[in-house]
């Protein structure tokens, strides 16, 4: 043997020390999604569109969808960016799962009533 009994027992915990801020690092990463037997995975989404009501953005999205998407892609705390924010179904939805949000408008009368909705979500 080249390593006494001390020395290896000295590298072995060295390297179990490493495996085990790697593995933490992995988890840190790692997406979780609900899959269970009611919930199979599939990679195509089937969510009821909005229904329509009077004033409705014609491409409002989901709730559901996109708490789904921001479960799978971000934790809480971390930031979330809509870019073209329209009514601001997601900065919503970010908010409601605790996440930061930026909301991006280019229509200036649809930018300020998504501001006033999100402020009074706020204020609650």
């Keep these: 043997m080249r390593q006494s009994y001390h020395q290896l027992v000295v590298s072995h915990d060295s390297l179990n020390c490493k495996s085990s801020e790697l593995l933490d690092e992995f988890k840190s990463h790692r997406r979780y999604f609900s899959v269970s037997v009611s919930v199979p995975y599939t990679d195509v989404r089937t969510h009821k569109p909005v229904q329509f009501y009077p004033g409705k953005h014609p491409c409002e999205k989901p709730a ?23 009514f601001g179904s997601t900065i919503k939805a970010a908010m409601a799962l ?5 909301g991006v408008e280019l229509e200036s009368e649809r930018f300020n009533q998504t501001v006033k909705e999100v402020s009074e979500l706020v204020g609650k």
């Design 64 to 86: 559901d969808m996109l708490r789904q998407i921001i479960n799978a892609s971000s934790r809480p705390g971390d930031l979330v960016a809509d870019f073209f924010m329209g």
């Design 98 to 102: 605790g996440r930061r949000a930026l």
